[in-house]
């Protein structure tokens, strides 16, 4: 697609529930990253693909934060048992590769937990 | 880790002023990135410096990375209500395969 396309834009949920929130990167894109930003805060890395393999898991929150990428292209993200500190913003960005490109951010997914 | 922060951390200039804003990193920066997010939306990349001394313009927006001194400076001439929002400056990890980033900087056009 012309741009990183994200999934849902806003999202309310009760606490408890699972959520998912999918991301569709730029055509090409071997690299896909996910950020997180609560409310105030700076943008918190969270996991990111090169090709369908996460080498680096590091940002990943707790462990009932999960991420898969299928197919070298759409990524999932998802959440159990959300709380409300998941509450934030779930960015995802896509490059053409890990180092020295340009990294093309989404319009992000709004979560509330409630 | 790599950490940047970011000066000031907000700031109101009056419509048709100049402005800078300033990032600086913790270690060496072999990539600087700088991008502008308005309330609700993603980022918009701005620009990508690479090289020390590298200075890039786009419309009326200067960026400089002055390896140095480890370093970004964002430069607008002439501001407009349209250069509102917060800038971000990120750069490559030390494993080069993330950006990290600075905690923005909020500005404010008065018109």
């Known amino acids: 697609g012309a741009g990183v396309s994200q999934s849902p834009s806003n999202k309310v949920t009760e606490k408890g529930k699972d959520v998912e929130l999918r991301c569709d990167p730029i055509?090409?894109?071997?690299?896909l990253y996910w950020y997180r930003q609560s409310l105030g805060q700076g943008l918190e890395f969270l996991i990111y693909?090169?090709?369908?393999?996460?080498?680096?898991k590091s940002g990943l929150p707790s462990d009932r934060f999960s991420a898969e990428r299928t197919g070298g292209s759409v990524s999932t993200l998802t959440i159990q048992r959300t709380q409300q500190e998941d509450s934030a913003v779930y960015l995802c960005a896509s490059s053409l590769g890990i180092t020295g490109n340009t990294i093309y951010f989404g319009e992000g997914s709004w979560l509330t937990v409630v | 880790s790599q950490e940047l922060e970011q000066s000031p951390q907000s700031l109101i200039v009056q419509e048709g002023k100049n402005l800078t804003i300033n990032c600086t990193s913790s270690k060496t920066l072999y990539g600087l990135y700088w991008y502008k997010q308005k309330y609700g939306e993603g980022l918009i990349f701005l620009m990508m410096l690479q090289k020390g001394g590298e200075e890039k313009s786009h419309e009326k927006i200067t960026a400089k990375l002055d390896e140095k001194k480890q370093q970004s400076s964002l430069h607008i001439t002439a501001s407009q209500p349209s250069h509102a929002g917060i800038y971000l400056c990120g750069a490559a990890s030390g494993d080069g395969n993330k950006l990290v980033f600075g905690a923005g900087t909020i500005l404010r056009v008065k018109s």
């Open positions: 693909f090169q090709g369908n393999s996460a080498p680096d």
């Open positions: 055509s090409g894109h071997t690299a």
